[in-house]
C-alpha cells in the first residue's frame, strides 16, 4: 500500500495533533503489513510463539512506528514499520529464554561498543579494537562472537532473506499490502551494505542466507573451522545492523 497523498496527509495531521483516534485510524489501514509480516515470518517462530501472539506483537510495534514516523526522513511507512515490527518479533521470540543470558547480555554489549567504535572511528572496527573497548582478551571476544551465532539462529536479517510466503499466504492476508515495494527497498539496502562487507563475510553471508548452508558446511566450503564461520558471521552482522540502522535514521 504505497502512501497516497492523503494518506500521508494524515500523518502530517497526526504529527500537528497527536490526536489518538487519528492514530488509531492509521493503525487500522496498515494492519494487513502486521499480518503479512507474521506470516512470511513464521517459521522463525513456529517453536516459540503463536501466529496470535506475533500479531499482538506487530501491532504493538505498527503503533510505534505511527507514532515516530518522520515523514522528512523519506523512508516509506511500509518500509520503515515492517523493520520495526521485525525486530519486535525478534526480541519477542528471545524472551522465550531461548537464548541463553550470557550469551544475550554478550550481544547487547557487543552491539553497543560496535556502534560507539563506528561512530568513532568512521569504519567498521577491528576485533582487536572490539576487545580493546570491551576490556576482554581478544580470545574471549572471538570465542564470544561464535557462541552467539550458534546460539543467535533468529536474526534480524535472516527474516529479512526469509522467502517462505506463498501465494496462499497472500491470499490470505489480502491484496491491500503492497509486499515487493517494501522487500525491493530493504533488499536494496541490505545489497549496498553487504558490498561493503569483506570478501570472507561476503562468502559467509551467501552460502548461509542465500544457499542455505549450516555453519559446518560452510566450514568444510571455505576450509576453516566453525567456530570461525561463526566468528564471521557476527562480525559481518554487525555491519549490516549498523548500516540498516543508518538508513532508517537518515
Not at 519477542?92 to 550481544?107: E, I
Not at 560507539?116 to 580493546?132: F, M, V
Not at 557462541?147 to 510466503?165: I, P, R, V
Not at 490470505?172 to 515487493?180: E, F, I, L, S, W
Amino acid at each position: 500500500m504505497a502512501e497516497t497523498q492523503a494518506q500521508l496527509a494524515l500523518f502530517e495531521q497526526y504529527r500537528q495533533t497527536k490526536d489518538i483516534g487519528l492514530r488509531n485510524d492509521i493503525v487500522l489501514r496498515y494492519m494487513d503489513l502486521v499480518k503479512y509480516v507474521a506470516i512470511s515470518t513464521r517459521g522463525a517462530y513456529d517453536k516459540y510463539a503463536e501466529v496470535d501472539d506475533i500479531v499482538n506483537e506487530g501491532v504493538i510495534a505498527l503503533i510505534k512506528a505511527v507514532e515516530t514516523y518522520d515523514l522528512q526522513k523519506g523512508v516509506k511507512f511500509e518500509t520503515y514499520a515492517a523493520i520495526l515490527i521485525k525486530g519486535q518479533i525478534i526480541d519477542f521470540v528471545r524472551s522465550q529464554d531461548w537464548v541463553p543470558r550470557p550469551v544475550r547480555h554478550f550481544g547487547k554489549n557487543l552491539d553497543a561498543a560496535y556502534n560507539e567504535l563506528y561512530s568513532t572511528l568512521g569504519r567498521s572496527p577491528t576485533n582487536q579494537e572490539l576487545a580493546d573497548h570491551l576490556g576482554i582478551p581478544k580470545e574471549k571476544l572471538l570465542k564470544g562472537m561464535a557462541n552467539l551465532a550458534e546460539a543467535t539462529t533468529l536474526s534480524f536479517e535472516e527474516l529479512l532473506y526469509e522467502d517462505n510466503f506463498d501465494a496462499n499466504c497472500r491470499n490470505n492476508v489480502g491484496d491491500t499490502a503492497d509486499q515487493p515495494m517494501y522487500e525491493k527497498e530493504l533488499r536494496q539496502v541490505l545489497a549496498a551494505a553487504i558490498e561493503e562487507l569483506k570478501p570472507k563475510e561476503k562468502q559467509v553471508i551467501s552460502l548461509y542466507y542465500y544457499e542455505r548452508l549450516k555453519f559446518g558446511d560452510i566450514a568444510k566450503v571455505l576450509g576453516i573451522t566453525e567456530s570461525r564461520v561463526c566468528q564471521i558471521h557476527s562480525k559481518a552482522m554487525l555491519l549490516l545492523k549498523r548500516k540498516l540502522q543508518d538508513y532508517m535514521d537518515n
